[in-house]
């Protein structure tokens, strides 16, 4: 597990999750791009990383790791959400803060993190690539309702 980052004490998420975003966006972004060094990625080339920010301040990483039989690949995103429920970091009732990704995450990834967050949840992009940015500069942020408006529930 990563370090954690100072300030957040997890007494107001939901306060943290839009005062503080300048402040932690770039630490997990970079603690992001460190996990996509990690990946093992030997089929498609493509390294992505994945730093999950925990109610108390706590980072998971992931990282996608490849499979040669392509369909037991599993993502950077859901490597760092099973890693943070495994730890006893994570669960709907311990709501993450934000999700840096160093690429646009796969719909099966959000669908998964819909799980635990509110629709209104930031995920941090890097400002580079062609994502339309919403945030200039080195970061952008994203809700979770932007990237998947719906998500699956037995509910409708
Ligand atoms: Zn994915």
């Not at 980072?59 to 392509?70: A, P, W």
């Not at 950077?76 to 970091?89: F, K, P, Y």
């Amino acid at each position: 597990m990563a370090d954690k980052i100072p300030g957040l004490d997890g007494k107001n998420l939901q306060a943290y999750q839009t005062d503080m975003l300048p402040v932690y966006a770039p630490e997990l972004l970079r603690q992001a791009e460190l996990a996509a060094g990690r990946a093992y990625a030997p089929y498609s080339h493509f390294s992505v990383g994945a730093a999950l920010l925990l109610a108390g301040g706590e980072i998971t990483l992931g990282c996608n790791v490849e499979n040669v039989s392509y369909g037991a690949t599993v993502c950077a995103e859901r490597v760092a959400i099973w890693s943070a429920v495994a730890q006893g970091l994570l669960s709907p009732e311990m709501p993450p803060l934000a999700l840096a990704v160093t690429a646009q995450p796969c719909a099966l990834c959000l669908q998964v993190l819909s799980e635990f967050v509110r629709p209104d949840f930031p995920i941090i992009l890097p400002a580079e690539g062609d994502f339309g940015a919403v945030e200039e500069n080195v970061w952008q942020v994203w809700r979770l309702s932007d990237m998947l408006p719906r998500v699956f529930s037995f509910n409708g």
